[in-house]
């Protein structure tokens, strides 16, 4: 079965770093694509960074553009993402997410039905 296992958040600073880290298993970054997606306090799903199987294409919410970089260790079946610059708005719980489409997009549903439980980040000013 499809298992995501998300971990690295914490609190951070204004101006910090962190490295998300999704444990992958029951399937291929081959045949999936996978990302990033953050969920804030009353707000919506929302996508992050996500990247197509088989080592495609990559893509960035423009909220993150220079300060978040999306890669994956295929053999270990992991996905990273490191975060630097953090804001306050960055603030959210953050998820892995799979599909089994093969080409990746920054929209949640329906194209992503596989997720992980979450990992908190906590941006403070």
């Known amino acids: 079965e499809v298992q995501l296992v998300e971990s690295g958040g914490g609190l951070v600073q204004a101006g910090g770093s962190l490295r998300l880290s999704c444990a992958a298993s029951g399937f291929s970054f081959d045949d999936y694509a996978i990302g990033w997606f953050r969920q804030a306090p009353g707000k919506e799903r929302e996508g992050v960074s996500s990247i197509s199987a088989n080592f495609g294409s990559t893509y960035y919410a423009d909220s993150v553009k220079g300060r978040f970089t999306i890669s994956s260790d295929n053999a270990k079946n992991m996905l990273y993402l490191q975060m630097n610059s953090l804001k306050p708005e960055d603030t959210a719980v953050y998820f892995c997410?799979?599909?089994?489409?093969?080409?990746?997009?920054?929209?949640?549903?329906?194209?992503?039905?596989?997720w992980g439980q979450g990992t908190q980040v906590t941006v403070s000013s």
């Open positions: 997410g799979a599909t089994r489409y093969f080409e990746a997009s920054l929209k949640p549903y329906p194209e992503y039905d596989y």
